[in-house]
């Protein structure tokens, strides 16, 4: 996780506000102590499961096996890697809605740059390592900071993923922003810090320590000292301290721009966790490698019996009676071709020894256990990709992974949940910080380059805090899923649904109807019945003038239709061809030219003085 968030010196030359010291240091080192004995159970649970997706199985077994085949198959981690692989095809996007009329322009703007700020901030990463961590542990925490350094000191929003080794908050509550402390403790290099805070002297963490994984690498920690970042909330505000090495480095209380107001207007911590499995009465939950450890244990046992067998029968052994005087240096030598005997050789003297195949009830065995597995994960067969006999037709094979993909589903739901806490906070974040004009570069729907400008000011009105709804949506980026789509657009086009005669029953059937897009398609409809609309009058009118020119010059009606681009008996011509627009345009310059016929007509019939 970076560097906090904000700038850790007063933002005002004003004489900062004594209220903070290191008495107080010293009892946020103690409810530190306090919150740590607290997860400690979880924080080697953490570290089991990291081992366990390393197929490591071993180091948290008590040590190395004693057999001389010890496999460790992958079938936890395929379950991981095809739930990690729904997440990431069906990545949130946010859609801001108002909640009152005024306030919808504000709503669109903030709908096209929030996805620029998040991508700025490196969501996409974020993200997908979050993905991975609630997989494995059952609970990833996505971090929303404040950078006031970032942006060349203009400041920003940033975004991170923090380990929950590194976070701690009090034991007895279920909701981390029910705690009335939170610490998030890392490791930093003291000359970082020496650099930061000079005139300092940073030496131990005095007994403070955060759990390690175990690592591959060598690792110096003794260059490097415990930063905490001590959270806590006083009178609804949100505060802030920082110490290391228990020294006071900074306080939101002693600084004059912070002390009355807090750290963040939303008054929350900016932590938020996304549970995969909850547990009752506490902020964090289980994953998928609590679920599969032991069937997966299961598993390389069997494989370890099936193994050890199969190596058994493919290296012969024999019983050699001493009496034979068999060489046994070129028994054992299968690149001779003779072998020196002394004795007799037959079965009594000279036999091979028989190892028996296993039961075939353990291998039935080993594969209902790697059915157990799949089943319990929620990775079928046909979720991955495979099919069961018998199943070719395209619409069957989707139709089965969408039975399939109950859990993926549910499991995005509660993903989406967290993405718009997430996104509220940026919001809250634009709403507190965003004083200068900034100026984001979007995407356009016709998909050309906008930049469009933007400033809290817009969220700043007088005597009313314009309040926003979060609909989150997955971007789809499973070609099946896009190739779906447009089988069902093309679906749609067939049953004439855009045909503009058509629009009423096409708009009572959609209303009917629920999918992604909806409220596109109803647009398109409508515009098709309107342009409709508009040929209709437009040919109307080219008729009216058409009989009146008749009426005229004496001239026959079907001549007048055909001068004027039109076809169809008297007073009723045909509709013109082609899409609503190109009709709308055939029908005016038919309009055009059959004005100009009358206005030629009634010219003539002047000039002749011939009456009415």
Wanted: glycine share 8%; charged share 25%.
């Amino acid at each position: 996780m970076k560097n906090l968030p904000f700038s850790d010196e007063p933002r005002e030359a004003a004489e900062p506000v004594k209220r903070v010291d290191d008495s107080a240091v010293a009892e946020g080192f103690r409810l530190l102590l306090e919150y740590k004995r607290g997860k400690s159970v979880l924080e080697q649970r953490i570290i089991s499961n990291e081992e366990w997706y390393r197929l490591r199985h071993n180091r948290v077994q008590g040590g190395a096996s004693k057999s001389p085949i010890d496999p460790h198959s992958a079938w936890l981690l395929n379950s991981l890697m095809n739930k990690h692989a729904d997440l990431m095809d069906n990545m949130p996007v946010p859609a801001i809605l108002p909640r009152e009329r005024s306030d919808e322009q504000t709503a669109q703007v903030l709908g096209e740059i929030i996805p620029v700020i998040l991508e700025r901030a490196g969501f996409d990463e974020i993200y997908d390592r979050c993905s991975w961590y609630k997989l494995k542990n059952g609970t990833a925490c996505y971090g929303v900071f404040w950078d006031g350094g970032a942006d060349g000191g203009l400041g920003d929003i940033t975004l991170g993923r923090v380990d929950l080794l590194n976070l701690f908050w009090e034991p007895s509550v279920q909701d981390i922003q029910d705690s009335p402390n939170l610490f998030c403790v890392r490791q930093v290099p003291v000359e970082i810090l020496r650099e930061q805070y000079p005139g300092m002297e940073f030496t131990g963490d005095r007994g403070l320590t955060v759990e390690q994984y175990i690592r591959d690498d060598a690792r110096d920690d003794s260059k490097c000292v415990l930063l905490v970042d001590w959270y806590y909330k006083k009178a609804g505000k949100l505060h802030l301290i920082k110490f290391a090495s228990g020294k006071l480095l900074y306080a939101s209380e002693n600084d004059p721009a912070l002390a009355e107001r807090g750290l963040y207007d939303h008054g929350k911590y900016p932590f938020v966790f996304d549970t995969l499995f909850p547990l009752e009465g506490l902020p964090y939950g289980f994953g998928f490698i609590d679920v599969m450890r032991d069937p997966q244990t299961y598993i390389d046992q069997l494989d370890q019996c099936i193994l050890y067998n199969a190596r058994l029968a493919g290296r012969p052994r024999w019983y050699i009676s001493d009496s034979t005087g068999i060489n046994e240096e070129e028994f054992a030598d299968w690149s001779r071709d003779f072998v020196h005997v002394a004795g007799k050789v037959d079965e009594e003297h000279l036999r091979q020894i028989t190892v028996n195949p296993l039961n075939a009830y353990i291998i039935n065995h080993r594969e209902a256990k790697i059915a157990e597995m799949k089943e319990t994960s929620a990775n079928r067969d046909v979720s991955s990709g495979g099919t069961q006999s018998g199943v070719t037709a395209a619409s069957a094979i989707a139709a089965m992974q969408e039975a399939g993909n109950k859990v993926s589903r549910d499991m995005l739901k509660s993903s989406y949940r967290t993405y718009r806490k997430v996104v509220e906070l940026v919001i809250e974040l634009i709403r507190q910080f965003y004083d200068v004009g900034r100026v984001f570069r979007v995407v356009a729907e016709n998909g050309a380059a906008e930049y469009v400008s933007f400033d809290g000011q817009q969220m700043a009105l007088e005597g009313r805090r314009p309040v926003f709804d979060i609909e989150v949506s997955p971007q789809k980026s499973n070609p099946f899923n896009r190739l779906s789509q447009n089988e069902f657009a093309k679906e749609l086009y067939q049953a004439g649904i855009f045909r503009p005669d058509m629009a009423d029953q096409a708009l009572a059937m959609l209303d009917m109807m629920e999918f992604e897009g909806k409220q596109k398609v109803v647009e398109k409809v409508q515009q098709g019945q309107t342009l409709f609309q508009q040929v209709q009058a437009l040919q109307q009118a080219c008729a009216q003038l058409a009989q009146r020119v008749a009426a005229t010059t004496g001239e026959d009606p079907s001549g007048l239709f055909a001068a004027i681009g039109m076809q169809g008996q008297t007073g009723a011509p045909r509709q013109v061809g082609g899409s609503g627009s190109s009709q709308r345009g055939t029908a005016a310059q038919a309009y055009d030219r059959a004005a100009s016929l009358a206005q030629g007509a009634e010219q003539r019939r002047l000039e002749r003085g011939s009456p009415v």
